[in-house]
T-cell receptor, first 113, second 117 residues
Framework: GQSLEQPSEVTAVEGAIVQINCTYQ??????LSWYQQHDGGAPTFLSY????GLEETGRFSSFLSRSDSYGYLLLQELQMKDSASYFC??????????????FGSGTRLQVQP | NAGVTQTPKFRVLKTGQSMTLLCAQDMNHEYMYWYRQDPGMGLRLIHYSVGEGTTAKGEVPDGYNVSRLKKQNFLLGLESAAPSQTSVYFC????????????????FGPGTRLTVL
């Protein structure tokens, strides 16, 4: 079966750094993506890791360790607008042979002043 | 560019009624997807398409059908709605398959909030 675990809620203060962890168990793995979703909004793409290591995009970084089936999203210099839900998603094979995203349940980040 | 648009934004159905959700994208993307999102949960893939005229089942396809007659449009049909299909439905598109290094990000529409009574 497939499973993704991420914390349900995280709270941090403006200007701080926060790390959102994601552990996964899946038969077949091709990469890990992260998406952000504000309340009532559509998910938006943040990052993609296919190989081990750190990918940096501005204030956001994403890390993957395939041997540990683990990844994280790091948000630096938190701003109030970063309050949102963050989803990790594994890329895995479907029964059809094609590959697709399977999303975790999301981590709700609250940034406080 | 409008990106990905979805019609309608809201809909209330009675059990047994049918409806079609329309998704349109103007980015010339090959790949299109339909997801559903239930409260406190991530998105689950219903059906997807890797090109005009092709569709495939995702994780939760039962009770839904899809068609991709034109590259820019992806339709999701509910033949006989059930209360368990109450959800927010998101359409997405991407230039490349999910497992490629470049241009694999999925662009999502604003969602359709469907309630089945």
């Amino acid at each position: 079966g497939q499973s993704l675990e991420q914390p349900s809620e995280v709270t941090a203060v403006e200007g701080a750094i926060v790390q959102i962890n994601c552990t996964y168990q899946t038969s077949g793995f091709y990469g890990l993506s992260w998406y952000q979703q504000h309340d009532g909004g559509a998910p938006t793409f943040l990052s993609y890791n296919a190989l081990d290591g750190l990918e940096e995009t501005g204030r956001f970084s994403s890390f993957l360790s395939r041997s540990d089936s683990y990844g994280y999203l790091l948000l630096q210099e938190l701003q109030m607008k970063d309050s949102a839900s963050y989803f990790c998603a594994v890329i895995r094979p479907m029964d059809t042979g094609r590959r697709a995203l399977t999303f975790g349940s999301g981590t709700r980040l609250q940034v406080q002043p | 560019n409008a990106g990905v648009t979805q019609t309608p934004k809201f809909r209330v159905l009675k059990t047994g009624q049918s409806m079609t959700l329309l998704c349109a994208q103007d980015m010339n993307h090959e790949y299109m997807y339909w997801y559903r999102q239930d409260p406190g949960m991530g998105l689950r893939l219903i059906h997807y398409s890797v090109g005009e005229g092709t569709t495939a089942k995702g994780e939760v396809p039962d009770g839904y059908n899809v068609s991709r007659l034109k590259k820019q449009n992806f339709l999701l049909g509910l033949e006989s709605a059930a209360p368990s299909q109450t959800s927010v439905y998101f359409c997405a598109s991407s230039y490349s398959p999910v497992d490629t290094s470049l241009h694999n990000e999925q662009f999502f529409g604003p969602g359709t909030r469907l309630t089945v009574l």
